[in-house]
């Protein structure tokens, strides 16, 4: 009758103790989304890819684990997205540009152990003579990219 007692304790405890868990677990979750991306701890970081050019502007963006599809972009569109270093400091976004079937050239426009520090919303404007990388503050160019054509 003992054993069947303590059973039963052990038992209701256990059920107490996973149902505390799971709504800690439930309560961190939402109160730490940001812009309503999963809390990381590593910051958000923002591509902005802006087309300064008179032509239509051809994008294709990949990483080791995404690729983002092909867009084009009229004069004066944006193209970006978002998304979290990882840990090993190793994220790399590489884009292929294009007008109409002339390759433009592919560029590495994220390259975490370059750009970690340079910028959380790092923009790039391609313009006539190729593209520009800005840093945050001050906005500044820190990287230029000729086109191939």
């Known amino acids: 009758m003992i054993n069947s007692s303590k059973k039963n304790l052990i038992s209701t405890f256990s059920s107490i103790f996973t149902i505390c868990i799971v709504m800690i677990y439930v309560t961190c979750y939402e109160t730490f989304q940001q812009d309503g991306e999963p809390f ?3 910051p958000l ?6 087309n300064n050019n008179d032509y239509l502007l ?5 990483s080791e684990d995404d690729d983002l599809g092909f867009h084009i972009l ?3 569109e944006l193209y970006g ?3 979290h270093v990882n840990l090993r400091n190793s994220t790399l976004f590489f884009c292929g540009f294009s007008q109409g079937q ?3 050239g592919v560029f590495d426009i994220y390259r975490a152990k370059r750009d970690f520090y340079r910028c959380r919303n790092c923009t790039w404007d391609a313009k006539k003579d ?3 990388g800005y840093s945050n503050l001050p906005q500044t160019v820190v990287w230029f990219f000729k086109w191939l054509k």
Do not use: E, P, Q
């Not at 970081?45 to 802006?50: A, K, M």
């Open 130 to 132: 190729g593209l520009y």
């Open 74 to 76: 009229k004069k004066g």
């Open 45 to 50: 970081t923002t591509i902005t890819v802006r």
């Open 102 to 104: 002339d390759n433009k």
């Open 58 to 62: 051809g994008i294709h963006c990949k």
């Open 40 to 42: 990381s701890i590593r």
């Open 81 to 83: 997205w978002k998304f």
